[in-house]
C-alpha cells in the first residue's frame, strides 16, 4: 500500500500535470511532505491570482491544471477567478484544505463549512470524500469530469490528516474524446447554408479551444460567407486579417438584429445566439433568418433564443459540414486594414498599430482593456490559433494573472499584456509571481485614469458622469519596482515605438506604463 499523497501526486503525473498552482495556509500544508522533485510550486499571494494564472496555464499548454486554495476563505478569495474559468471553460482541479476529521464536529479554527457547496455554481462536480482512502479515486473522477467536454473547474475538499493515510493507486484513464455531430444533420446544415442566399458565420472562442480554425475557415471560405466574432469572448476561432472577416459584433440587441438582418442562414460555432450585455428592443434574433448553433456546451445551445442546436465539437461538425459542401472554396486575400493617424497624445488604433510592427505574431497576447477592445481586430489583428486570451465572464482580474499563466506555459515566447489601469488593479499582486518566476512576459499598462468602460453605459442610462470612475494618481512603475519588476513610462506618440520594443526586448517581466489621451 501508499499512501494518499503519492497516489495524488503519480495520477497527476500520469496526465502530464507537473506544477501546483497555489496560495499556501495551514490547512494545506500536509498536500505538501516531501514534495516531489519533479513537482514545482507556483506561488501567489492572493488566492484569485493563484487560480487566474492556473486558468491561463490550462488554456495555453492544453493541459488541465491544479490550484490549491485556503480552506473556505481562500475559496472565498477566488470565486470571481473561478467564474472566470467556469465560463472559459477550463479544465481546472481546484483543492482546499479542510481541517482534521475528528475535529469536524466540534467547528475547529479554520473549518470550511459545507465545502462542497462554497463554489457552487462555478464548478462540474465538488466533493469531500467520505474516506481518506477515497482521495486518489476522488481526483480520478475530478480529472475526467474537468476534461470531459464542455470542460470546466471542479473541486476536491481535502482533510489536511489524509495524505499520510493509505490508499491504492488509480489507473489511469485517458480524457473523453470530443463528440461529433449528427452526419444527416451536418448534411442538413450543409444544405440549408449552400441555399441561402446571403450566409454569415459567427464564431466564438470554443472553434480555438477546439482547435477548429482550418475547418471553420474552410466552411467559411466554401460559402463566400462573412464571418463575424463575438464581443466579451475569451478567445479567437477566425483569422482577422481574413477577406471574410466582418468584424465583432454590437452587445446591443437591436444593433445585433440590425447587423445580421442581411442574412438568411446564420451558422454559429462556439458562440451564443447572441451575446448581449445590455437589454433592447425585441426581437434579439434576426426573426427571418435559419440559425444553426454548434457547440458542445448544453448551457450555451439551450439559452438560445432560436435557432437549431447542433451538440458537437465545432472543430469535427465544421469538418462534416465541410465535407458535406463538397465545393472547394475561393483563395482569399487578406483584408485591407485602416491605418491609424498619430495625434498629440497615444490614443488606442495608434498604440496598436505600432505594436502589431513590434510584436511576434506567434506570441501569446492576454487582454483586459474592455474601452479599447473594438479597436484590436482592425489594427492588431489575431490571425494564429492559441495566441489571444481575455475572459469571457466580464469580471477584471484576469488579465495580470493570465499573462504570467500564459508566459510559465509558453517561456519561449515573450507574451503581451495588453491591461486597462483599472483591470490591473485588480490584481497588481501578479506582477511579485512574474518576478519570481522570471516569467516571458511584457506587461502594457493602457493608463487613461479612471473606469472610461463605464462612461459609454452612463450615457446609455442618461447618467452623464458615473461615479467612482476617478482613477488618477496611481503610479504603476512604483507598484512595477515594489514588486521586483523594471517598469517605465511613455506618454508621447514619438516615443511610443521605442518604449514598446524596449519592453519587448527586456529579459523577465517588464511593465510599460502608456498614458492614453
Known amino acids: 500500500m501508499i499512501n494518499v499523497r503519492t497516489a495524488f501526486y503519480d495520477l497527476l503525473r500520469q496526465h502530464g500535470i507537473d506544477r501546483i498552482f497555489g496560495n499556501p ?19 501567489a499571494l492572493q488566492e484569485s491570482v493563484a487560480l487566474g494564472i492556473a486558468d491561463s496555464y490550462a488554456q495555453t499548454s492544453g493541459r488541465p491544471a491544479v490550484v490549491n ?11 470571481g477567478a473561478l467564474f472566470t474559468a467556469y465560463r472559459n471553460r477550463t479544465p481546472l482541479i481546484v483543492t482546499a484544505g479542510q481541517q482534521s476529521r475528528p475535529l469536524l464536529l466540534h467547528d475547529p479554527f479554520l473549518m470550511a463549512n459545507r465545502p462542497t457547496e462554497l463554489p457552487q455554481p462555478f464548478v462540474k462536480w465538488a466533493v469531500e470524500p467520505a474516506r481518506a482512502a477515497d482521495v486518489p479515486q476522488a481526483l480520478a473522477r475530478a480529472l475526467s469530469v474537468a476534461t470531459s467536454y464542455p470542460q470546466g473547474p ?35 446544415v450543409a444544405e440549408a447554408m449552400a441555399s441561402a442566399k446571403a450566409p454569415a458565420l459567427v464564431v466564438g472562442g470554443e472553434v480555438d479551444r477546439d482547435k477548429g480554425w482550418e475547418e471553420v ?28 472577416f466582418a468584424g465583432m459584433l454590437p452587445p446591443e440587441p437591436e444593433n445585433i438584429v440590425r447587423t445580421l438582418s442581411p442574412h438568411d442562414a446564420i451558422l454559429v460555432f462556439g458562440a451564443r445566439v447572441f451575446t448581449m450585455h445590455v437589454d433592447g428592443p425585441r426581437p434579439y434574433v434576426p426573426t427571418e433568418a435559419r440559425i444553426f448553433q454548434v457547440s458542445t456546451d448544453t448551457d450555451l445551445l439551450s439559452a438560445a433564443p432560436a435557432g437549431e442546436a447542433v451538440q458537437s465539437s465545432t472543430r469535427l461538425a465544421a469538418a462534416a459540414i465541410r465535407d458535406a459542401l463538397g465545393r472547394p472554396g475561393t483563395n482569399y486575400a487578406s483584408r485591407e486594414l485602416p491605418t491609424a493617424i498619430a495625434g498629440d497624445a497615444i490614443g488606442y488604433p495608434f498604440l496598436f498599430e505600432t505594436l502589431q510592427r513590434l510584436r511576434d505574431p506567434e506570441a501569446p497576447i492576454v487582454e483586459e482593456a474592455p474601452t479599447a477592445r473594438r479597436d484590436l481586430p482592425d489594427f492588431l489583428p489575431v490571425d494564429r490559433p492559441d495566441t489571444f486570451f481575455t475572459c469571457s465572464s466580464g469580471g477584471l482580474g484576469f488579465g495580470m494573472p493570465a499573462a504570467v499563466g500564459a508566459a510559465l506555459a509558453r517561456p519561449d515566447k515573450r507574451t503581451v499584456a495588453i491591461i486597462g489601469d483599472g483591470s490591473a488593479m485588480y490584481a497588481v499582486q501578479a506582477l511579485w509571481t512574474a518576478a519570481k ?23 446609455r442610462f442618461g447618467i452623464a458622469e458615473p461615479p467612482g470612475c476617478d482613477l488618477s494618481g496611481l503610479d504603476f512603475v512604483a507598484l512595477a519596482a515594489g514588486q521586483n519588476v523594471p517598469g517605465s513610462r511613455v506618454e508621447k506618440p514619438e516615443a511610443l515605438e521605442a518604449a514598446i520594443k524596449a519592453v519587448l526586448e527586456a529579459q523577465g517581466p517588464a511593465l510599460l506604463d502608456i498614458a492614453i489621451g
Open 25 to 43: 495556509g495551514s490547512t494545506e500544508l500536509t498536500m505538501f511532505t516531501d514534495f516531489p522533485e519533479d513537482f514545482s510550486y507556483v506561488g
Open 69 to 79: 486554495l485556503h480552506s473556505s476563505v481562500g475559496m472565498g478569495h477566488a470565486m
Open 154 to 188: 471542479v473541486f476536491l475538499s481535502i482533510p489536511a490528516e489524509d495524505w499520510d493515510e493509505e490508499a491504492e493507486a488509480v489507473a489511469y484513464r485517458p480524457p473523453s474524446p470530443a463528440p461529433g455531430p449528427d452526419p444527416e444533420q451536418a448534411v442538413r
Open 217 to 244: 475557415v474552410a466552411v467559411a471560405e466554401a460559402l463566400g460567407a462573412p464571418v463575424y466574432i463575438p464581443p466579451m469572448e475569451g478567445r479567437v476561432g477566425f483569422p482577422q486579417s481574413h477577406e471574410l
Open 437 to 459: 518566476q522570471q516569467a516571458n512576459v511584457a506587461f502594457l499598462i493602457l493608463n487613461n485614469g479612471r473606469y472610461a468602460a463605464l462612461d459609454g453605459f452612463g450615457r
